[in-house]
């Protein structure tokens, strides 16, 4: 019977010290929530080489990123990831259409990419980093779509894959037309 009482005490005393605890750690979440999107990033990587395979292309070709035109989309993808699986027809949609998307897959072979895009029916321009990319500009979650400003510079992030209201939102702040 003591030993109940003693535990209902200390939890009467516990809860509110968590919840003291949880108050704190708000500012520090609104804190970067109100961060700008905007991320030092090393020039070193605009001269990069990437791979890119054209439709119907076996073997890919080589560009430094820093050639692509730029403002752009670019958004990081793999074939094992379900979300990035998902979005990837719009993003193909779109791409097509003439927006300026670039569709890079992290870390897969030529022959993973083409076996995906041609299961899928999916006929456009895709890059291949070996992961320097992914680094440089920070991401450690697929799929992640950056929003590139003519200089390079990430101006927005979006982590998790995009539907179409949100793809149109980034291509606006793109000022982006086909």
Same mark, same amino acid.
């Given at each position: 019977m003591a030993l109940a009482l003693l535990r209902r005490e200390a939890l009467r005393l516990l809860w509110p010290a968590l919840a003291a605890f949880a108050l704190a750690l708000v500012p520090l979440g609104l804190q970067n929530l109100s /961060?700008? %999107?905007q991320r030092e990033v090393s020039p070193g990587y605009l001269g990069q080489a990437v791979l890119y395979l054209e439709p119907g292309q076996t073997r890919p070709g080589e560009v430094r990123f820093g050639e692509l035109p730029r403002p752009m989309l670019l958004n990081f993808w793999a074939t094992w990831c379900p979300p990035c699986r998902a979005e990837m027809p719009l993003l193909a949609e779109y791409q097509e259409k *003439?927006?300026?998307?670039v569709l890079?897959? =992290?870390g897969e072979s030529t022959s993973a990419v083409q076996a995906f895009m041609g299961h899928n029916g999916l006929s456009v321009r895709v890059f291949l980093d070996p992961g320097g990319l992914q /680094? %440089?500009? *920070? =991401?450690s979650g697929l799929p992640t779509t950056l929003l590139?400003? &003519? #200089? *390079?510079?990430? #101006? &927005?992030r979006h982590l998790g894959p995009v539907n179409r209201a949100q793809l149109e939102a980034l291509l606006r702040r793109l000022h982006a037309s086909p």
């Open positions: /961060r700008p %999107a *003439g927006y300026p998307i890079l897959n =992290v /680094r %440089a500009f *920070g =991401v590139l400003d &003519a #200089e *390079g510079k990430v #101006e &927005a």
